[in-house]
């Protein structure tokens, strides 16, 4: 009788209850390590569940079984009482090694049984793990994609890191947007005055000439062929051929301009549809603009001298190898997602274009 | 019977899968919690989905950390650091619950005010300010109305609430340190504070009384220069330090007389479990005339710490009255003002033996004595605590300089100790 009764208060006399994962299939568990989970532990009290096999508590679709394992045996380990601080910590310590796939398993199932001492535990490794390493060491080690696009790249970036590459190149893409801009501003004025039509012909004349005399004269429109060369060939990438596109663009204008600025006149009336692109992308571009790339006028001149000249040497090293990107770019042309042209240097294609000053 | 969840998609690049970026947003945050900003931010460049993971960042700390390089220009790091403040700010999305600006170089900038006004509107719960170099900075009047507030830190900064200011109503923590600011808006903070449990008060100016009437403190901490200290209504009052850093050496005439500020101080204090008597506040306590006990016993108090100037008769009487009145206290920590020991200036050079007649400490268990110089006050006082305390285990001797060492532990070997258990450890200087 004695040793009946002595049965009941063995201590291998645990009580288990019934857990099923979302893959269907069953298992028993110890009930006090289990209930170490709110989650579980609220199913539990609040709906009976888990006393049988039919009437299982369901664990949530983020834990799999071999998880669950490493989730009971962390469960045991910290529910039983008389543990000291330390052995806690030295626990954690060696339970947290695995690698990043399954930690971030663990946290994921962690989360869905509300085990928040687990999800802080891992979640401090997984902060670990990405703390000083480069991006590319990051996407090495979680597996994640590669894929901004090389356009999002190329918008200025958060100078967050402050370095100096970026820094260069935000201020080259500074310095072309405001190059850009400035053309785009004489281009805006030309523009205006071909659509007023009843001004006579004698105004428009002279008002082409003082413009034409401030511009940096044929420099500039020599740049500009280029761009609308380049534009012209994103827009419409079955046509290489862009010469052709251009000189038939120019005999169609009517013979009203003056021979010197036939170029800023054709370039402009081509230009009409892409103008209206252009403004939405500067304003839709300026929202990520960082500060870092227009503060330019804040430095003095000996300063503003030597920027520019690391930006030309950075220039320089980027067109260095820009021919053979061009080659890459023109037989993906077709695939790439079409971004609206804008005048901020996001085109790859667009910086090749303008600092062919050689 | 499944719980409703949030479907998961599958994300799957390439060969292996990504596991990181499926997790809950709300996990995410807690992994780029545990970074730097400038790390956290730096994430926006690993991949299309991790853009503006970092943006959603509860608590943003702005120190050191966030700029790779450091310069004794000033204006070069103003820029960097308000360009970078400005910039998380205007693309963070969702609540701010914690904004710390702590950076070493940074001199108080009108920037803060902007920052101010823009967290208060966002309901800021926690904001840190720490301004480490410069004038105290004025804090503009829109962080008076943030009643989201619940813990506020500030460190050198001006306070000067507008007239409108009618408190924190859910304050609960508030540390100022090296502050300014004046009498009746110090009050006027605690008393409409009515939920403040943690009172944090180091260094200031402008206040010389400290009436402090909070009926949810549990902790207060001070240490400045003031003239007296009451409280009122304080009953949750469970720990206290105290540190008065002003000699009362030559107001001690004015203060001849005067009723006891042992017995003033203690009148509301009736479950003060921790006490800390810092730098000169015994002294002050000691004034006028010392009980022998206090006429209700602190019976939760279980630690004490006081600094004392064991040349003053009168400290060492408002000791023993608190020993009397402690019959609970387990630990004690003695620390020596040795600057003051070496001069005996009017006051009586030895205290009297039969007062530590009648003052058990039962309950003692640890001791640490501090800056001993083998004087014979000391000797009277540490003898007393070996011959009274059953059930002391350890007593911890530490002297203030090698002088005299070998005679001051040839005393203590002599003592007698009621407690078989005791040990005495002799530290070196």
Not at chain 1, 119 to 128: C, F, G, H, P, Q
Not at chain 1, 177 to 189: A, C, I, S
Not at chain 2, 33 to 54: D, G, P, Q
Request: aromatic content about 8%; some cysteine.
């Amino acid at each position: 009788m004695s040793e009946a009764a002595m049965a009941v208060v063995k201590p291998e006399m645990k009580s288990y209850i019934w857990v099923q994962t979302v893959d269907g299939s069953l298992q028993q568990v110890e009930e006090e390590v289990a209930m170490f989970c709110p989650m579980i532990c609220q199913e539990r009290l609040q709906t009976g569940m888990g006393s049988s096999k039919n009437y299982a508590i369901s664990l949530p679709q983020r834990v799999n079984p071999a998880i669950f394992g490493l989730i009971l045996d962390y469960c045991r380990f910290h529910q039983a009482p008389g543990r000291s601080n330390k052995e806690r910590k030295t626990f954690d310590e060696k339970f947290i090694r695995m690698d990043t796939k399954k930690l971030c398993e663990l946290t994921s199932a962690a989360d869905s049984l509300q085990l928040k001492p687990l999800v802080d535990l891992t979640s401090r490794a997984l902060a670990r793990i990405i703390e000083g390493k480069t991006p590319e060491e990051i996407r090495e080690a979680f597996h994640l994609p590669d894929d901004l696009t090389e356009e999002e790249k190329l918008e200025p970036l958060r100078n967050m890191t402050d370095d100096p590459r970026i820094r260069l190149l935000n201020r080259l893409y500074a310095r072309k947007r405001k190059e850009l801009k400035e053309r785009q501003k004489l281009k805006n004025v030309v523009v205006e005055e071909e659509r007023v039509d009843d001004r006579s012909v004698d105004d428009l004349l002279s008002f082409i000439n003082s413009v034409d005399g401030d511009t940096k004269g044929t420099k500039t429109s020599k740049n500009k062929k280029k761009n609308r060369r380049r534009k012209d060939h994103i827009k419409d990438p079955s046509s290489i051929n862009t010469n052709e596109n251009f000189n038939k663009g120019l005999n169609a204008l009517p013979p009203l301009c003056h021979n010197g600025v036939a170029n800023n006149v054709s370039e402009a009336s081509t230009s009409n549809h892409l103008r209206m692109q252009n403004l939405a992308t500067v304003s839709f571009s300026s929202k990520h603009e960082f500060v870092d790339g227009g503060d330019d006028d804040d430095l003095d001149p000996a300063m503003k001298e030597e920027l520019d000249r690391e930006v030309e040497d950075f220039a320089r090293r980027l067109n260095s190898d820009w021919p053979e990107r061009m080659q890459e770019i023109l037989s993906l042309g077709q695939e790439r997602r079409l971004v609206p042209i804008s005048v901020n240097g996001n085109c790859s294609t667009q910086i090749y274009t303008g600092l062919d000053r050689r | 019977m499944k719980r409703g969840e949030q479907p998961q998609s599958p994300c799957l690049t390439d060969l292996q899968p990504d596991k990181l970026s499926c997790l809950p947003g709300h996990v995410i945050d807690q992994i780029l919690s545990h970074l730097s900003i400038r790390e956290a931010v730096r994430t926006s460049v690993l991949s299309s989905k991790w853009r503006y993971k970092w943006s959603t960042l509860p608590n943003l700390v702005f120190d050191n950390q966030c700029l790779p390089i450091s310069s004794q220009d000033h204006s070069i790091i103003k820029n960097k650091l308000v360009r970078i403040i400005d910039h998380v700010l205007l693309l963070h999305s969702g609540a701010i619950n914690k904004f710390k600006l702590s950076h070493r170089d940074l001199i108080g900038v009108i920037d803060i005010d902007r920052w101010t006004l823009y967290l208060t509107r966002r309901s800021i719960k926690e904001l840190v300010l720490e301004i480490w170099k410069g004038h105290r900075y004025k804090i503009p009047s829109c962080l008076f109305t943030c009643q989201s507030l619940i813990h506020l830190e500030l460190f050198n900064c001006w306070l000067k609430p507008p007239s409108t200011f009618i408190g924190f109503r859910n304050l609960k923590s508030l540390d100022l340190q090296h502050v300014t600011m004046d009498q009746d808006v110090f009050e006027n903070l605690i008393s409409n504070c009515p939920l403040l449990e943690r009172l944090t008060l180091m260094n200031f100016d402008g206040l010389t009384h400290l009436n402090i009437d909070a009926p949810n403190l549990q902790f207060f901490d001070i240490g400045g220069k003031f003239e007296d200290v009451t409280f009122e209504n304080t009953f949750h009052l469970a720990v206290v330090s105290i540190g008065l850093y002003l000699n009362l050496e030559n107001e001690k005439n004015r203060w001849q007389g005067s009723s006891s500020n042992l017995l003033k101080f203690f009148v509301h204090l009736p479950h003060v479990r921790r006490l800390e008597v810092q730098s000169y506040f015994l002294k002050y306590l000691a004034v006028g005339v010392v009980p022998l006990k206090l006429p209700r016993p602190c019976v939760d108090l279980t630690y004490l710490s006081i600094r004392i100037n064991f040349n003053d008769s009168k400290e060492i009487s408002a000791a023993l009255c608190l020993f009397r009145s402690s019959p609970n206290l387990q630990e004690l920590e003695v620390l020596a003002r040795t600057e003051e020991q070496q001069s005996t200036l009017g006051i009586q050079a030895y205290s009297r033996e039969d007062e530590y007649w009648n003052c058990p400490v039962v309950q003692l268990q640890y001791v640490r004595m501090d800056g001993i110089s083998g004087i014979k006050p000391e000797l009277n006082f540490i003898s007393f605590l070996l011959l009274y305390s059953p059930v002391l285990e350890r007593m911890t001797v530490k002297p203030a300089s090698s002088n005299g060492g070998s005679e001051l532990m040839k005393e203590l070997l002599r003592f007698r100790r009621a407690s078989g258990l005791a040990e005495i450890i002799y530290l070196d200087p």
